[in-house]
């Protein structure tokens, strides 16, 4: 991305232009922009970016299509930075309007010249925002469940691996697979060992697949299949494994008898959570009660 000064030294006119790659042939070209564009992201403070490998992005194709329909229909125009592109003289480079898509919408300026791109053709504004409309509709980001996965497979970290193998044989999101195994991560941590910045193993304390197993399992008897994928009834668990044990816990869930897991089902209470716990700590006691009597 460069910038160029269509005015007077006196009055400079500035806007940012770039160099694409159409049929084979190389082309100037200003980006323009509109009102309805998707926001670039701001890098500048940006950790991960910085530090992440660029030369191990995907290939990607940037859209453009003529400025001549949103001219037409007075749409406003911006470049690259927010100016409004008006009055440009005949020798500068074409206007095209920059067509959002989900996999490059951060990359221009970022990435290395020419780029990748083709012209569509669009026969008005509406067409051509039906088109992004169109492929943002059909794009999709990763989910925590699937950045769990890229940390694992990138890494070869055997947790993530499982709580990714986890999730997909019981069906159960991420973060409630994470409950099972004792932890929780935030998606910038994971997303940190995707992009090969961290390599490093977890190294806080969690559970084993085989005891994550246990405990769902334990749930299952407890509350049901429906509840034990419910981030809510793990968390509710863990708190109680904090104040007593693993074992004692899944001794507890073992024994709720329907009863009691209709009682929670039928709990109006506003806290579900604290339900869950009342119900497990009252039960502890009563088994602690019966051993030593």
């Known amino acids: ?16 232009a770039t160099t694409i790659l159409i049929n084979g042939e190389e082309l100037e070209i200003i980006p323009a922009f509109t009102d309805y564009s998707l926001k670039h992201k701001n890098f500048e403070k940006d950790k991960v970016f910085k530090a992440i490998d660029k030369s191990k992005l995907l290939p990607t194709v940037f859209c453009f299509c003529d400025a001549k329909p949103f ?19 005949d020798n500068a480079p074409a206007v095209m309007v920059y067509l959002d898509k989900a996999d490059n919408v951060n990359l221009l300026g970022l990435t290395d010249e020419p780029l990748q791109a083709e012209l569509v053709e669009c026969d008005s504004v509406s067409d051509a925002y039906r088109r992004v409309a169109t492929t943002a509709y059909l ?11 890229y940390a694992g497979i990138v890494t ?25 195994f004792g932890i929780s991560t935030t998606v910038s941590l994971l997303q940190s060992k995707a992009l090969a910045m961290s390599s490093s193993l977890f190294k806080e304390e969690y559970r084993t697949y085989a005891q994550a197993e246990q405990l769902m ?7 049901g299949v429906k509840a034990a994928k419910q981030t809510r009834y793990i968390k509710a668990i863990n708190y109680c494994i904090s104040q007593y044990d693993f074992d004692t816990v899944c001794n507890v869930l073992n024994s ?38």
């Not at 794009?139 to 996965?149: A, F, R, T």
């Open 217 to 223: 399992k334990a749930t299952v008897q407890a509350f």
């Open 256 to 293: 709720i008898e329907a009863t009691e897991k209709l009682r929670i089902e039928a709990a109006k209470c506003e806290d579900k959570i604290s339900c869950i716990q009342h119900l497990i700590i009252e039960r502890v006691i009563e088994m602690r009660n019966a051993q030593q009597q």
């Open 71 to 89: 001219y037409a229909e007075n749409v406003p125009l911006y470049d690259y930075v927010g100016n409004k592109i008006k009055n440009l003289p």
């Open 1 to 16: 991305m460069k910038c160029l000064n269509f005015g007077s030294e006196e009055a400079p006119k500035w806007y940012f």
């Open 156 to 180: 070869g970290d055997e947790l993530f691996l499982n709580i990714r193998k986890f999730g997909i044989m019981y069906s159960m999101s991420g973060t409630a697979v994470q409950g099972y």
């Open 139 to 149: 794009s999709q980001c990763p989910s925590k469940d699937e950045w769990i996965g």
